[in-house]
């Protein structure tokens, strides 16, 4: 039996990029079949009148129907990235099996929705397997199919019920890193300071909790070995960035709906040496990827 599935979409005050995400998303096929709800943020005390247009842009992007079964929820005052996510994934999952979180500078894959609900099926009776995820580094694998990693995403994610009601009591927890010193290299990926990363506040990056909570409970999350995502906003480099005049900015390769049972140690490895540059301007922009990874 299928589960039941909501997509989310955050907002705030982009509105040429909430276009893109929400044409790219509804090229997606069975998209129309989804539940689709955008939570869309207030403004900042004292926002410039740029910003205020800004968002009532986005407002007049969002009110278009994208969608048969559309709810869109208007933040008066601004709650940040964070806030707005935990309370939205909350109110969806007491509705819904699972949830597909998106974010407004994000452009998908044609095949992006039917790998999420193969995957959210699949795993639907696993504790291990805590989320699915739709972005992969630019690392040039030759196969297109999922593999499991112990990692987490927030650029085109999803996870259940039961694995986010546990993360929300995890949440009430302590936040400390006490580990030995090659558990901690493990949690920073080697050189990368995700235990620093726990000091933000959770408006700042609500991301690095999730990873946290994933990591003690020794979870694992599902991803393509070649991205079905796109971030529009974090990185402008020419590999990277969006072109909608292009015919497709994705690879061409069929995705396989393969059965990962463990981690793909070949592609994990890959990714490990792919973040590990020695060049300091190449490591610096890598590091910021991971950050915006985290938001």
Partial sequence: MSISIAIALFVYKRPDKTTICLESISKNEGFKNYPLYIFADGPTAGASPADLAAISQVKAVINKQWAPHQVIALNETNQGLGKSIIAGIDKLLEQYDSVIVLEDDLVFDPEFLNYMNYYLNYFKD?????????????????????????????????????????????????????????????????????????????????????????????????????SLVMNDGADHSKTNHYDPSTATSFGQIPFNFSHPKTIDIHLYNKLLNHLAIKNDSVASRAWSRLINLFK
Avoid: C
């Fill in 126 to 226: 696993s504790y291990q397997i805590k989320s699915v995820n739709g972005y992969m580094f630019p690392l040039n694998m030759a196969y297109k199919n999922g593999v499991l990693l112990p990692l987490t995403s927030s650029w085109g994610w999803a996870t259940w019920r039961k694995h986010w009601m546990e993360f929300k009591e995890f949440l009430d927890q302590p936040l400390l890193v006490n580990l030995d010193p090659p558990l901690i290299q493990r949690y920073n990926l080697g050189k990368f300071n995700f235990a620093g990363m726990l000091e933000f506040p959770i408006e700042k990056s609500w991301g690095i909790r999730w990873y946290h909570y994933n990591f003690v409970t020794n979870g694992l999350g599902v991803f393509p070995s070649q």
